[in-house]
Antibody, heavy 124, light 113 residues
Framework: QLQLQESGPGLVKPSETLSLTCTVS??????????WGWIRQPPGKGLEWIAN???????FYNPSLKSRVTISLDTSKNQFSLKLTSVTAADTAVYYC????????????????WGQGTLVTVSS | DIVMTQSPDSLAVSLGERATINCKSS????????????LAWYQQKPGQPPKLLIY???TRESGVPDRFSGSGSGTDFTLTISSLQAEDVAVYYC?????????FGQGTRLEIK
């Protein structure tokens, strides 16, 4: 059974870099059938897609965050990661990692498996 | 960006009654070459991640009760719960995956009347 687990600091200072890792167990991130993505949810608000990545390294970013975001993967550890630079209080949110269904030649589809999420607070 | 607008923002329905949530996209999410609507629905309970309910606008995810159904095409979609159960209290989101960036509706909060 696939499991995704987010990890990283729960508190980040303004202007610093938020770094999170998602560890995937029960399945391989090298599968050709999936992208792997990050979605965030500010407290009490809705969902915002951040970025996703394929095992080959192909990435998609939300233009609203693209200048500050880097997504990467480590197939040897079955992990993928998120870095968000120059954070402000507006970046305070629960950050989810998720698996995204993909059919070769198309864009990634819906998210069928999610991690439990990790709350990251930006505060001095 | 494709803007997803849900209605209503909140909804209270009696147990056993039908609940209907609407989602409208700012442009069509129907891909004519395969006649598929690139639209999914999720359920999110407090303190939990979203759970996939419906994809391709009307295909129920494995394990999702058949009281949940999705319908619609093009720009207008509906999630219907045919007979509301207490465990269905949650926030429901639609999501389009027709184009990048992926976007979600603002959510609809469903409560028991």
């Amino acid at each position: 059974q696939l499991q995704l687990q987010e990890s990283g600091p729960g508190l980040v200072k303004p202007s610093e870099t938020l770094s999170l890792t998602c560890t995937v167990s029960g399945g391989s991130i090298s599968s050709t059938s999936y992208y792997w993505g990050w979605i965030r949810q500010p407290p009490g608000k809705g969902l915002e897609w951040i970025a996703n990545i394929y095992y080959s390294g192909t990435t998609f970013y939300n233009p609203s965050l693209k200048s500050r975001v880097t997504i990467s993967l480590d197939t040897s550890k079955n992990q993928f990661s998120l870095k968000l630079t120059s954070v402000t209080a507006a970046d305070t949110a629960v950050y989810y990692c998720a698996r995204q269904i993909y059919n070769f030649g198309d864009y990634p589809y819906y998210f069928d498996q999610w991690g439990q999420g990790t709350l990251v607070t930006v505060s001095s | 960006d494709i803007v997803m607008t849900q209605s209503p923002d909140s909804l209270a329905v009696s147990l056993g009654e039908r609940a209907t949530i609407n989602c409208k996209s700012s442009q069509s999410v129907l891909y004519r070459s395969n006649n598929k609507n690139y639209l999914a629905w999720y359920q999110q309970k407090p303190g939990q991640p979203p759970k996939l309910l419906i994809y391709w606008a009307s295909t129920r995810e494995s394990g999702v009760p058949d009281r949940f159904s999705g319908s619609g095409s093009g720009t207008d979609f509906t999630l219907t719960i045919s007979s509301l159960q207490a465990e269905d209290v949650a926030v429901y989101y639609c999501q389009q995956y027709y184009g990048s960036p992926i976007t979600f509706g603002q959510g609809t909060r469903l409560e028991i009347k």
